[in-house]
């Protein structure tokens, strides 16, 4: 069975930095794209930023700017996410989800068709 555990979340101030972690039961590669979502309350969940799992290619919502770096280390079968310049319109439940046949660009923009979803962590940017 396919699981994915996120990792990292946490209190941080305006324009701190975190680093997210997914760690996945077998290889990153094993799926076709992988990625980050977030959901804050009383929104609908988005995308953050997704990989192709060939190429490495990544992809990601206009909102994060270049503040945000998504990266793998292949023989951890870890997905991270770097966030930096964080801001208060960041909280929310941050969560890892991988597709099995949707590409990655795709995926950001329809979280809904990824195929497995972590169980999120909790990313709150206050003073």
């Known amino acids: 069975q396919v699981q994915l555990v996120e990792s990292g979340g946490g209190l941080v101030q305006p324009g701190g930095s975190l680093r997210l972690s997914c760690a996945a039961s077998?290889?990153?590669?094993?799926?076709?794209?992988i990625g980050w979502f977030r959901q804050a309350p009383g929104k609908e969940r988005e995308g953050v930023m997704t990989?192709?799992?060939?190429?490495?290619?990544?992809y990601s919502a206009d909102f994060v700017k270049g503040r945000f770096t998504i990266s793998r280390d292949s023989d951890k079968n870890t997905l991270y996410l770097q966030m930096d310049a964080l801001k208060p319109e960041d909280t929310a439940v941050y969560y890892c989800?991988?597709?099995?046949?949707?590409?990655?660009?795709?995926?950001?923009?329809?979280?809904?068709?990824?195929?497995?979803w972590g169980q999120g962590t909790q990313v709150t940017v206050s003073s």
């Open positions: 077998g290889s990153t590669s094993d799926y076709y794209a």
């Open positions: 989800a991988a597709s099995t046949g949707v590409a990655a660009g795709l995926l950001l923009t329809l979280p809904k068709l990824a195929d497995y």
């Open positions: 990989m192709s799992s060939s190429e490495g290619t990544a």
